[in-house]
């Protein structure tokens, strides 16, 4: 079954962005994943709300990392949500943001071992699994465990981009979010979640595989491109180089947008972006053409696909847009 999730940046005031929540679950949407950095509106707190407005839609840290959030905290705090919203609650788990991390003076040291010693200590704490754990980076002392019981299994996504994390989250993630909008880049790394997944002898049908894309939607595809521009920029801004030879896109493209990011130069920033970057690095365009780029994910074998930042000119319209003309054309295809 295919499913469908919104991201949002809770960077707004929390009321708005929770109508726009609000808004998704009605549309259909069946996750909505909250970004998790210091510089933001906190995203538990956020989620917790969220739970007492919505229903159904599922809510999702996308993503949270070990480094700022200890692993018996994010266990302590997302089993609390789930009280909140049994059976609702995901979370998602990742390395962290370097350029966050660093503003804040923590090295994002062996970024895989620290994920998955986590996702190791998160499990055992929800399981009040009292056993230790002496992991390298972190550990659990023998006799520790939550004092009360968390009543349903929370599935742990893992979100990844490189080679190697893709293999982790295919080998011990419920779920992976692809950081990618592009067919090649999904397909590339659904191989490293394949070789994961053999690794830990499993199927490819026990995770689910979500494209966490950049996605921008409007009935005029000028408006679209408009409003997806900037976060392109910043994707360009801090691609790999292999990522950006895969799409012809020279590297001094890449440097000049970063320099210009860096002296907060947005006009000139942005006006150097250009239609192969917004074509390689989101889904962007009128109803129609984001169906049919949407669509060709699916197909390449993803089981989620996440709508995120910006989601068009106006959010409230876009919504309506995905939730009207988008996901009713991709269901029919299920």
Same mark, same amino acid.
């Given at each position: 079954?295919?499913?469908?999730?919104?991201?949002?940046?809770?960077?707004?005031?929390?009321?708005?962005?929770?109508?726009?929540?609000?808004?998704?679950?009605?549309?259909?949407?069946?996750? #909505?994943?909250?970004?998790?950095?210091?510089?933001?509106?906190?995203? &538990?707190?956020?989620?917790?709300?969220?739970?007492?407005?919505?229903?159904?839609?599922?809510?999702?840290?996308?993503?949270?990392?070990? &480094?700022?959030?200890?692993?018996?905290?994010?266990?302590?705090?997302?089993?609390?949500?789930?009280?909140?919203?049994?059976?609702?609650?995901?979370?998602?788990?990742?390395?962290?943001?370097?350029?966050?991390?660093?503003?804040?003076?923590?090295?994002?040291?062996?970024?895989?071992?620290?994920?998955?010693?986590? #996702?190791? %200590?998160?499990?055992?704490?929800?399981?009040?699994?009292?056993?230790?754990?002496?992991?390298?980076?972190?550990?659990?002392?023998?006799?520790?465990?939550?004092?009360?019981?968390?009543?349903?299994?929370?599935?742990?996504?893992?979100?990844?981009?490189?080679?190697?994390?893709?293999?982790?989250?295919?080998?011990?993630?419920?779920?992976?979010? /692809?950081?990618?909008?592009?067919?090649?880049?999904?397909?590339?790394?659904?191989?490293? !979640?394949?070789?994961?997944?053999?690794?830990?002898?499993?199927?490819?049908?026990?995770?689910? /595989?979500?494209?966490?894309?950049?996605?921008?939607?409007?009935?005029?595809?000028?408006?679209?491109?408009?409003?997806?521009?900037? !976060?392109?920029?910043?994707?360009?801004?801090?691609?790999?180089?292999? %990522?950006?030879?895969?799409?012809?896109?020279?590297?001094?493209?890449?440097?000049?947008?970063?320099?210009?990011?860096?002296?907060?130069?947005?006009?000139?920033?942005?006006?150097?972006?250009?239609?192969?970057?917004?074509?390689?690095?989101?889904?962007?365009?009128?109803?129609?053409?984001? !169906?049919?780029?949407?669509?060709?994910?699916?197909?390449?074998? /993803?089981?989620?696909?996440?709508?995120?930042?910006?989601?068009?000119?106006?959010?409230?319209?876009? %919504?309506?847009?995905?939730?009207?003309?988008?996901?009713?054309?991709?269901?029919?295809?299920?």
């Amino acid at each position: 079954m295919r499913r469908f999730g919104v991201e949002f940046v809770p960077q707004e005031l929390y009321w708005r962005t929770a109508f726009y929540v609000m808004q998704a679950e009605k549309r259909g949407f069946d996750f #909505v994943w909250v970004t998790d950095h210091f510089n933001n509106r906190n995203a &538990y707190v956020f989620l917790g709300f969220l739970a007492a407005y919505t229903d159904r839609i599922r809510l999702g840290l996308g993503v949270t990392n070990p &480094y700022l959030i200890h692993p018996a905290v994010a266990a302590q705090s997302i089993a609390t949500l789930n009280e909140m919203a049994p059976g609702r609650v995901v979370l998602g788990m990742g390395a962290g943001d370097k350029t966050t991390l660093d503003m804040v003076g923590v090295r994002q040291e062996a970024p895989l071992r620290a994920v998955r010693e986590a #996702v190791e %200590i998160i499990r055992r704490f929800i399981a009040r699994d009292p056993s230790g754990f002496e992991g390298k980076i972190f550990v659990k002392r023998e006799g520790s465990r939550f004092n009360f019981k968390v009543r349903e299994r929370i599935p742990i996504y893992i979100g990844a981009q490189g080679p190697k994390m893709l293999a982790l989250a295919g080998r011990i993630g419920d779920g992976v979010l /692809i950081n990618a909008s592009h067919p090649e880049d999904i397909r590339r790394a659904l191989v490293n !979640v394949e070789r994961g997944v053999r690794r830990g002898g499993r199927s490819l049908s026990d995770l689910d /595989i979500a494209a966490y894309t950049s996605f921008s939607v409007a009935k005029k595809e000028r408006d679209a491109r408009g409003a997806v521009t900037p !976060v392109v920029a910043f994707i360009a801004a801090g691609c790999p180089p292999r %990522i950006l030879e895969r799409h012809e896109i020279p590297l001094e493209a890449a440097e000049k947008i970063r320099e210009a990011l860096v002296k907060r130069d947005w006009g000139k920033a942005f006006s150097s972006v250009t239609p192969e970057m917004i074509e390689a690095f989101s889904i962007c365009g009128t109803p129609e053409t984001c !169906v049919e780029k949407v669509e060709a994910l699916f197909k390449l074998g /993803i089981t989620q696909f996440v709508a995120g930042s910006p989601l068009g000119p106006k959010v409230r319209k876009s %919504i309506d847009l995905l939730g009207s003309e988008v996901l009713p054309s991709l269901r029919e295809g299920d």
